[in-house]
């Protein structure tokens, strides 16, 4: 039998961690007594520098639950740095890794289904939501346009999944390997290639406390996922320069006429126009390079991405024996 990682990212998640630990060990011994999984199976928290009692109450489940580990990062670093943290460390002792977020929106009753594609040969299972009824009017429209905008910028997403998804030990190699500091992770994983699968449910709400991605979080998230993914912005740069070119030939055009009829100084608004719609152009042109110098920047430091405080994962692998 397959040893199966549950991973799950906790940025001060205190007021659902209780029914998280719940539900998900729940269906998790439910598929080790069924003999679906091997009994080496874990949940693993990672706590992205909570400031509040997660990192408690992760510690004291997994002392009390043989099925639980965690990992303590020393400060936070982020939803998708988390994901990455937990898969390097279970993709050691597992054959499959499941990520899910900690708040429950995620159906856990989809992880039996994606364990059963996962032994139907799938390296890759995706979560995808087939309702977001429950999210707001405002997050249904914008999600929905970013991902008709991340199609046109040639980036191939796979609609209404987010980081809910199964990867087989392989596929998650496969992913570990991509090294790039500007983590997208669900733009990553179509790039892996490998058999892939969906498994629908529908997200519900928040079972306890606040979203932890308002909105200036959510479209950085967005801007990084296309400027990590795309280089269409700088050809959009092009056009834009094109535009400029033929607009600016009309002027001069227009310039001659006004001279040939002796209006010389009528020139003024044209002349005011030009300068801060050329100034305007060459100022957003500026910022979209230098967005992607900054992403170089960051990339070439190869800084870490995480640093480990604690944990309690690779003890527990290392105690328990094979059998
Ligand atoms: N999260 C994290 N680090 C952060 C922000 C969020 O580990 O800096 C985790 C959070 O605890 C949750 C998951 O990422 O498990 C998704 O966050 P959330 O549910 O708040 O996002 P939403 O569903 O509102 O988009
Ligand atoms: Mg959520």
Redesign the pocket.
Known sequence: MDVLTIV??????QEVLPETVKEIGNILTSLIKNRKIDRRSKILF?N??STDNTWNLISKYSKTYYYVAGIKFTK????QN??IAGMTAAVRYSDMIIT????L?DDVNAIPKMVKKYYEGFDVVYGVRNSRQTDTFF?RKTALTFYKLMRKLGVNLVPNS??YRLLSKRATDSLLAFKERNLFLRGMVPLIGYKSAKVFYARKE?YA?????PLN??IHFALDGITSFSIAPIHLILYLGIVTVIISVMCMIYTIIEKVAGHVVSGWSSLMISIWLLGGVQLISISVIGEYIGKIFSEVKRRPRFNIEEETYTKKMENTSDK
């Open positions: 799950i990212p906790c940025f001060n998640e990672v992205d520098g936070n670093y982020g939803h988390a994901l899910i977020d900690a708040d929106q997050k987010a980081d928040r406390g606040k979203s932890k991605y979080k959510m």
